[in-house]
């Protein structure tokens, strides 16, 4: 079947991604390890492992671009594709910056973004060293391969370092200062080929074991934060010359903002721009990699997110009220994973909140 945009993952995102194209008429093909990859209800699917160049092939046959749904693909899939004479949108700059701890501060810092104070670790005697330059306690984070708060390790005390890089099987890794939170926020962006970009309201977040639980739309934030996040996001997006969509996620410190982490994909804390905003950040990054024109950010309602990890629960089966929308991934249940989610929305945070209110009573 002939496809438009070729798709690295095969997951949830992939699956939302896909049902945003079929409202544009733009077909998708999805390339995934596993033959049970969700993204199958609205994608072509390819079975098959990112380093395989036949399966790559099978992939970009036909597309007009390659995009991906998470940073752990290898940077040699996107290498392949180009190769292959297919165009990468994001580009594979910000994959390799985005799934590299430390060169992803260093790029935050380079344009003048705060962050919390870091050192590089890859010996024992520079883990010690650590522990003296930035003090306890200290978040142990490998360079790459983490998400959702794995391969991270917290160190609380001296004695506990070997224990803790123990723990996260040596990896090279950033030493990273434990900040006071205030809040978690995130901006999602979206950036033409022209350089337009159009950028959606904050999100407050809040994890729970670093994994997202809820998201709140427009977050509760003064005008200067809001701006400062948003100017840093644009100075992001320039210098590495981004095309779609992507999520730069801040820590509110009683100091101001730090810059944690971004990631070039659509993210978890944007779905409740499917039903809360002008255009959804799924299609906007469908129009950004296809060099269509992007859609408006503007926010239409306030909204609450939850996600459902582990297990849906039985009760958002039966949601009847309106301006709450159940989204249920169709994967199987496992703890830990992100099954599904659940957007609440309103024309005020009391009318978003009592429904989400309704809805926890229910469980
Ligand atoms: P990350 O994978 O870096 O996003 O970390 C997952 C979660 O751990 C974040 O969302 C924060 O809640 C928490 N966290 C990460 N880094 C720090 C830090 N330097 N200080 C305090 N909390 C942190």
Redesign the pocket.
Known sequence: MKADLAILGGGQLAQMLGAAAQTLGITCRALDPSPNACAAETCEMIAGNFDDPAAIARLVGGVDALTFEFENVPTSALLEAEKLGVAVRPNAEALRAASDRLLEKNLFRSIGMRV?PFVPVSTTSELHDAADTIGVPF?L?ARSG??D?RS?AVVRDRADVERAWSSIGYSACIA????S?RG?VSVITCRAMTGETRIYPLSANE?RD?ILIRSVSPADVTEELAATATAWARALLDRIDYVGVLAL?L?VTPDGLLA??FAPRVHNTGHATIEASQTSQFENHIRAVLGLPLGSTEPLCHSVMRNFIGNIPRSSRSQTDAGTFVHDYGKIARPGRKLGHITFTGDSPGSVCALESRFVASL
Request: hydrophobic share 25%.
């Open positions: 919390p978040l984070k983490g998400y708060g991270q990273e200062s434990m900040v939170l978690e994890h670093g996620e820590f944690n982490e």
